[in-house]
């Protein structure tokens, strides 16, 4: 079994104690702790607490416009490229549930450059959700009036799962990222063949 590098060891270890205490609450040590390293580990492999923030809110972010991208180009169907986006969508947040709270609810503790940065990843996700969305209405199968409103409703519903979803709970990822790719369709007035 190989070992897992520290600086991957000291993320995990941070995702866990941001979404169990929250970024302010927790400390480096907490962190150092969590990993099995020493206090001052964090500092040799990442330059603040925030920065170490800031990758896993980055990484995040990264990862699940790269996915919507993907299940974007993944079919020219309007119904089914949005039902895929919002299932792959929905079940990252859950299989990720904790990373996903920390990416999607700690932003406000980033630097204002780091912030902005992670906007952006955010605003492309908005747009990726806004041409499935306008597509799909502009090919007369999706009958919809607020475009921007209904891609953040979607996006919003998928993040809040992070509030409540338990891993070991009756609910499996896939059961819910379907029902979330199901309301999805009934938001936008889909019509099937």
Do not use: C
């Amino acid at each position: 079994m190989t070992e897992v590098p520290a600086r991957e060891r000291l993320m995990d270890a941070a995702v866990e104690a941001f979404a169990e205490r929250g970024f302010h609450a927790t400390t480096t040590r907490d962190i150092s702790t969590r990993a099995g390293m020493s206090p001052a580990a964090l500092y040799v492999h990442h330059a603040s607490k925030e920065q170490l923030l800031y990758e896993i809110s980055s990484a995040g972010h990264l990862n699940t416009r790269h996915m919507l991208a993907d299940a974007y180009a993944s079919t020219a169907d309007p119904v089914a490229r949005l039902a895929t986006m919002q299932f792959e969508f929905t079940k990252w947040h859950a299989v990720h549930s904790k990373r996903a709270r920390v990416v999607q609810y700690e932003i406000s503790a980033l630097t204002p450059e780091h912030r902005r940065e992670v906007a952006g990843h955010r605003r492309d996700i908005e747009r990726i959700y806004q041409d499935a969305i306008r597509e799909g209405a502009d090919k007369g199968v999706f009958e919809i009036e607020d475009v921007p409103g209904t891609a953040l409703a979607l996006i919003s519903m998928a993040i809040d799962l992070v509030r409540w979803y338990q891993p070991d709970g009756p609910r499996t990822p896939d059961s819910v990222a379907q029902l979330y790719a199901d309301l999805a369709l009934r938001a936008v007035g889909a019509r099937t063949a």
